[in-house]
């Protein structure tokens, strides 16, 4: 250990309980097996030397970011012989290319800083979710995350044109390219965009700038169904040019589940069974998205699409729209026994699959209280599930592998995914293999294999040991 903290220094080797205790705190609660150390490397050839190390030593390697995930993935559970490596000490911003409009940034800065840094600039980086304080660059492209607005602009591999990797062995891949075109070849970054640390550690990236917005339009709506909803989701993409960029589709459970945790109220004087977040922006300053957004609205009320509307009337009241959305996410957390969720089908299929897998959970145990919510634009819905009332915590807990099957079968019966953009861990490790097709875990595991022989990446994320 002395010769590693002459490599990483007093600040990159952390081996008391104390000084550890930050790095094994999980939000979802999982009893995690103490490490060895937590090493903190300050510079891509100190990732380089940690990893080379821990080769040496036989230790396995738990990539960790901003520690904000949801399906396990960041800590040790189970694991013996590991050490935790923490990319929080890398949260440079490299450069930025307003030529390129690209910027190059280490792994470890924070989400946020990097949108505040672009838009200093005069740019928009749009990957934007509920953890976006404090999750880090390289732990979004770790679980391919997705966030409120991929509608308009896609998941987190859709922002990166290149990336650094250190590969198990502590060999360093450099992809650092900021090519919009290029056709040389296997596209190598895809292979580490949501392999969640499990073939080797994204250390830096080159993403994608936008323009900034200059203006945006929100709106909390109450509509009766999700189909009415879907209805509403084509005629306003239709009206307005593409500038919609989320559709967030709250059921009444996730929506009271929302209030109670905040205090607030209900932003609708006519509940529905149903609300929809929508939110435009656009970069150009010859669009009324405020009034396109309003006679959007106007149309569909008359078309008996949607039971009432409110639009944010200025920055403090749109505020208000997202912290009850984003409040949905830290309520269900609370509760230790719910069900956290991450299914997606085709658009289209979405309230087919709600009335589905309402079914299906139901018939398995009656009772279970569904608190659907999501990003109906991209059809991600988070179909998380509450106990029965009469329930007691750690028994819902035991139905937690089975009530996953039945929902993530379901979604696939559609064309989905168990796993839209929180990633597989290990939480979801088995049902993974349960569901995905025999060919593509076949063509993951030889992947697997070829990069990390010997399994130290990450154990335990993705592949059942």
């Not at 509940?271 to 150009?284: C, H, K, Q, R, Y």
Request: hydrophobic share 45%.
């Amino acid at each position: 250990m002395e010769t590693l903290r002459d490599m990483l220094g007093a600040k990159g080797v952390l081996t008391t309980p104390g000084d550890m205790a930050a790095f094994l705190d999980d939000p979802l609660g999982a009893t995690v097996t103490p490490p060895r150390a937590v090493l903190r490397p300050g510079s891509t050839a100190e990732v380089q030397a940690a990893l080379r190390w821990c080769q040496s030593e036989g230790l396995s390697v738990v990539p960790q970011g901003g520690l904000t995930g949801l399906t396990q993935a960041a800590v040790p559970v189970d694991l013996d012989k590991t050490v935790i490596l923490s990319l929080g000490r890398m949260n440079r911003l490299r450069e930025l290319d307003a030529d390129s409009a690209t910027a190059t940034v280490d792994a470890g800065m924070v989400l946020a800083d990097l949108r505040a840094r672009a838009e200093e600039a005069g740019f928009y980086f749009p990957l934007s979710h509920g953890a976006v304080g404090s999750s880090q660059i390289g732990g979004n492209l770790s679980t391919n995350a997705g966030g409120n607005n991929a509608l308009c602009y896609g998941v987190a591999r859709d922002q990166v044109l290149g990336l650094e990797v250190v590969l198990p062995d502590g060999t360093l891949w450099d992809g650092l390219r900021a090519l919009r075109k290029n056709t040389a070849g296997y596209d190598l970054r895809q292979l580490f965009i949501g392999a969640e640390g499990s073939l080797g550690i994204i250390t830096g990236a080159v993403v994608k700038l936008r323009p900034l917005p200059v203006s945006r339009a929100t709106a909390f709506v109450g509509v009766k169904t999700p189909g009415a909803a879907l209805k509403l989701l084509h005629a306003l993409s239709a009206r307005m040019g593409g500038t919609v960029a989320a559709f967030e589709l709250i059921s009444r459970g996730a929506l009271d589940a929302a209030l109670a945790h905040t205090g607030m109220r209900d932003p609708l004087e006519a509940p529905g069974a149903w609300s929809v977040l929508i939110e435009a922006e656009t970069a150009s300053e010859a669009m009324d998205l405020g009034g396109l957004l309003e006679d959007g609205l106007a149309g569909a009320f008359e078309a008996e699409l949607i039971q009432d509307a409110l639009l944010a009337q200025n920055e403090a009241q749109r505020m208000a729209f997202w912290k009850l959305r984003e409040a949905i996410a830290e309520a269900l957390i609370r509760d230790e026994s719910c069900l956290k969720s991450d299914t997606a089908v085709p658009v289209g299929r979405v309230p087919e699959y709600l009335e589905a897998a309402g079914r299906a959970v139901d018939r398995f145990l009656p009772g279970v209280r569904p608190v659907p919510f999501g990003h109906l634009g991209d059809g991600n819905v988070h179909f998380n599930l509450m106990r029965p009332e009469t329930m007691p915590h750690g028994a819902f807990r035991g139905h937690w592998v089975a009530l996953t099957e039945i929902l993530a079968e379901e979604a696939i019966r559609l064309g989905g995914t168990l796993s839209a953009e929180h990633g597989i861990g290990r939480l979801k490790c088995e049902e993974f293999a349960a569901v995905v097709d025999p060919v593509s875990l076949r063509i993951m595991r030889s992947l697997k294999q070829a990069l990390d022989p010997d399994g130290r990446m990450n154990p335990g994320v993705l592949f059942a040991r």
